[in-house]
């Protein structure tokens, strides 16, 4: 006869495991800005993506384990053609999708041994940016809304806390790549323990290192669109060089505030006084 072992605990064993594999990997952020959204991942590698197009105006990021993530995105990709052919393509959002992600994962999660080690984002460019839509769907097929930003995998909260000071609404491209690069780079910057996992040293990600893929407002028809070469280079150049130009400017103002002013009094020995104290 096999041990008993109570539901909620077998549930419970579920839960960390899937977490701490999805927290093995490095940490990834989609952000909206003016002209659409933006997608940044760490990925030294040319072939396999962590961002990927779903449809005309979707686009998928993961984290966690390829060969589970890779299998989701076909299956999203495949769907979403099966959806836009026998209705509309207007049919196909990126809500529905996100949806259909979280009962696959749900189902994963409480019939299988071992749930996946995935945490799924799905993102859509509206023609205005309040129509934008990011959802996170996690291993257990949970689902949340995210409005303006999100940050997963890795140390996510981490992350997610430089993102929340740095995010504002209506931001050029280059100040979005900043402040996704800034996100990233928080774990780095941390404790010494923690500086070694996760993330890693992240603070001058190259362009070979990154994955950054956007979905342009601008384009009528299929937006997804990837950056790379000399075009993320330029980016990637312009947003530290912001970075760099509003670090002095707040240096130079904490010195101003610090410096005393002229109409205080002197604070050393007065004249006439050997030990400063007045005759």
Not at 48 to 53: D, M, Q, R
């Amino acid at each position: 006869m096999p041990f008993y072992v109570s539901p909620e605990q077998v549930m419970r064993d579920k839960a960390d495991y899937a977490r701490k594999g999805v927290a093995r990997g490095r940490s990834c952020v989609a952000l909206q800005y003016a002209g659409g959204i933006l997608m940044v991942a760490p990925n030294a590698s040319s072939a396999l993506h962590k961002i990927s197009e779903i449809y005309d105006r979707i686009a998928f990021a993961a984290v966690g384990r390829y060969n589970e993530y890779e299998r989701l995105r076909q299956a999203g990709v495949t769907y979403a053609d099966v959806t836009g052919y026998q209705f509309d393509r207007n049919d196909v959002t990126a809500r529905a999708i996100a949806n259909w992600y979280a009962q696959q994962l749900g189902t994963i999660f409480t019939d299988s041994n071992k749930p996946f080690e995935v945490e799924i984002v799905v993102a859509e460019v509206g023609d205005t940016p309040d129509s934008d839509q990011i959802y996170r769907i996690t291993f257990d097929g949970s689902v949340t809304d995210e409005p303006g930003f999100v940050a997963f995998g890795g140390q996510a909260d981490q992350v997610a806390a430089v993102l929340k000071e740095r995010f504002s609404d209506g931001m050029s491209l280059t100040e979005a790549l900043g402040a996704a690069l800034a996100a990233l780079a928080a774990p780095a910057s941390g404790s010494g323990s923690s500086a070694g996992q996760g993330n890693g040293a992240q603070a001058e990600q190259t362009a070979a290192q990154l994955e950054v893929a956007i979905l342009d407002r601008a384009r009528a028809h299929r937006t997804f669109r990837r950056l790379r070469g000399a075009r993320l280079e330029e980016l990637l150049a312009e947003s530290r060089a912001a970075a760099a130009s509003s670090a002095a400017d707040d240096s130079s103002r904490d010195a101003a505030s610090s410096a005393p002013s002229s109409d205080e009094p002197p604070t050393g020995p007065t004249p006439g006084s050997k030990d400063g104290t007045p005759k």
